[in-house]
């Protein structure tokens, strides 16, 4: 079975957006690598993430430690968002376009760091490249160093730091999540206004006692000190998901494998399976948001 059009123009929108260029056009700009066939479209990285997140807080409720309602839907949405970020190596990626030219700097100092270190460490078997897509950024060391970052910031720097980390994870969530609803370039400011509104409200409620801000670690002094985990996990489930996609993806890096240090880790060829296609639009996203489903019920013990 093939793509149809419609899903085809759905998938290749999401990477068209603010850029004024039909679908057509894109394809054939040269940009193919990103969306077409070989890595996962950002709404479906987005509610992998979510449901991740929301199978965690089940997980969480049963081993004794149930999240209250605010971490878990904090939770989710940061781990929405952050299953974008590994792809801030990509220019055409929705993260490397969400705050502007911020974004579209910090992705090219990503994309040349990423060179620079897989050039660095390539062994014998690992093939020459010609930028950083898909290297550095989509690792276990990069997903663990980007989280135990963001934990620190959030208990060193106080309210403003935690502020920011919502803020800047509400707006790819929002990106990622409501992809159809924020495509076109007019809506940045929009998406903005939101991340900030809802950023705001969220942090309010998990100020409140018993609200979550000391959920899982709970001395003095570690309050949001879990912010980290979602980040970890949203990269980690990001880079799941590109591996399943036709090349692989580095995860295990630097551990080397055989004459490979970056290692494209994925199942046989034959289980790959094209991103923005039929699987990925009719199988993959609709059970997500089921898993996200039965995971959110069984995290607030609904069953
Ligand atoms: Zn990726």
Not at 74 to 94: E, Q, R
Not at 273 to 284: D, H, M, N, P, Q
Request: aromatic share 8%.
């Amino acid at each position: 079975m093939g793509e149809s059009a419609a899903e085809t123009k759905i998938a290749n929108a999401t990477l068209c957006r603010r850029r004024g260029v039909s679908a057509a056009g894109q394809l054939d700009s040269g940009e193919r690598g990103m969306g077409r066939a070989t890595a996962m479209m950002g709404p479906a990285h987005s509610l992998s993430g979510a449901a991740a997140w929301l199978g965690v807080g089940a997980a969480a409720a049963a081993a004794g430690h149930p999240m209250p309602w605010p971490v878990l839907l904090a939770g989710a949405l940061i781990c929405a968002g952050a299953a974008l970020a590994p792809d801030l190596d990509h220019k055409a990626a929705t993260i490397s376009r969400a705050f502007g030219p911020v974004s579209r700097w910090l992705c090219e100092i990503v994309d040349k760091l990423s060179y620079a270190v897989y050039k660095a460490t390539r062994k014998p078997g690992d093939p020459r490249r010609s930028g950083g897509h898909r290297t550095l950024t989509h690792t276990w060391l990069w997903a663990v160093l980007i989280g135990s970052g963001t934990a620190v910031l959030a208990i060193t720097g106080g309210r403003w730091a935690v502020l920011a980390i919502l803020f800047v994870h509400m707006v790819l969530a929002i990106e990622g999540l409501l992809w159809r609803a924020t495509r076109g370039s007019s809506s940045d400011v929009l998406v903005w206004l939101l991340a900030a509104t809802s950023a705001w409200i969220l942090a309010g409620i998990l100020d409140q006692p018993g609200s979550g801000a000391d959920w899982l670690f709970t001395e003095p002094g570690q309050e949001y000190l879990w912010l980290g985990l979602p980040i970890v996990l949203g990269a980690l489930v990001h880079d799941i998901g590109d591996a399943l996609t036709v090349s692989g993806c580095p995860i295990l890096w630097p551990i080397p494998v055989g004459r490979k240090r970056w290692y494209p880790v994925g199942p046989p060829k034959a289980m790959r399976f094209r991103a923005g296609s039929w699987v990925e639009l009719r199988v993959l996203m609709p059970v997500f948001m089921l898993l996200g489903g039965v995971g959110c019920a069984a995290a607030l013990n609904v069953i």
